[in-house]
């Protein structure tokens, strides 16, 4: 009955891996989102998917490349972990219509490169 | 660029205390401004949704406010209890797809 679902939860792993954090939601929104919250807790945008489409890629190195196979799934795979890359991440989902589009958010995955 | 701002970072209230939480953003072109909450260790909750169009929402004992002219909007939690005790942040969504986070307020209601 999740919403919008992530996994893993957890992810530790060493630098130089490369992984992956899948999203899924079962809202039949037409866009989705990744955010990435820092140690201060500010949230900030990374990518958006509309309907299968990238709408937004702020400034993000290269390695996180997000890959949405359908418009209910938008995975985020990063390459070669720096330590800098540990945060938690969310993903998200929202109608496409603006003024009515209530984020809904997943629980997030905790990535900590060791 | 879209900048918000959350006042107090902190908050500690004794239970039954009324709460009043503050969020100011830097450009009011928004569509639309959300609260959410936010648990230790869990994701974030919708709590309330202001369309740029209404100037409140309210849900049980929580009512938002928003003024968009000023920049401003504000989150009253009534009668607090010790289970409102998390991270409440403040986003809004100008003219794309992004929504602009404040840092939170993070709230603790004393039994």
């Known amino acids: 009955d999740t919403a919008v679902s992530q996994t893993p939860k957890y992810l530790v792993t060493q630098m130089g891996n490369d992984k992956s954090i899948k999203c899924e939601q079962n809202?039949?929104?037409?866009?989705m989102y990744w955010y990435k919250q820092d140690s201060k807790k500010f949230l900030k945008i990374m990518f958006s998917y509309n309907n299968k489409e990238l709408i937004i890629n702020e400034t993000v190195p290269n390695r996180f490349s997000p890959k949405s196979p359908d418009k209910a799934h938008l995975n985020l795979h990063i390459n070669s972990l720096e330590l800098g890359d540990s945060a938690v991440y969310f993903c998200?989902?929202?109608?496409?219509?603006?003024?009515?589009?209530?984020?809904?958010f997943g629980q997030g995955t905790r990535l900590t490169v060791v | 660029k879209q900048e918000v701002t959350q006042i107090p970072a902190a908050l500690s209230v004794p239970e039954g205390e009324n709460l009043v939480l503050n969020c100011s953003f830097t450009?009011?072109?928004?569509?639309?401004l959300q609260w959410f909450r936010q648990d230790p260790g869990k994701g974030l909750t919708s709590l309330l949704l202001?369309?740029?169009?209404?100037r409140e929402q309210t849900s049980g004992r929580l009512n938002a406010s928003l003024d968009k002219s000023s920049g401003r909007s504000t989150l009253y939690i009534a009668a607090s209890q010790p289970g409102d005790s998390a991270t409440y942040l403040c986003?809004?969504?100008?003219?794309?797809?992004?929504?602009?986070f404040g840092a939170g307020t993070t709230v603790t209601v004393r039994a």
């Open positions: 809202l039949g929104h037409d866009t």
């Open positions: 986003a809004v969504e100008p003219n794309d797809y992004k929504l602009s």
């Open positions: 202001i369309q740029s169009s209404q």
């Open positions: 998200a989902s929202s109608q496409e219509t603006h003024g009515e589009a209530e984020a809904f």
């Open positions: 450009d009011s072109a928004i569509y639309n």
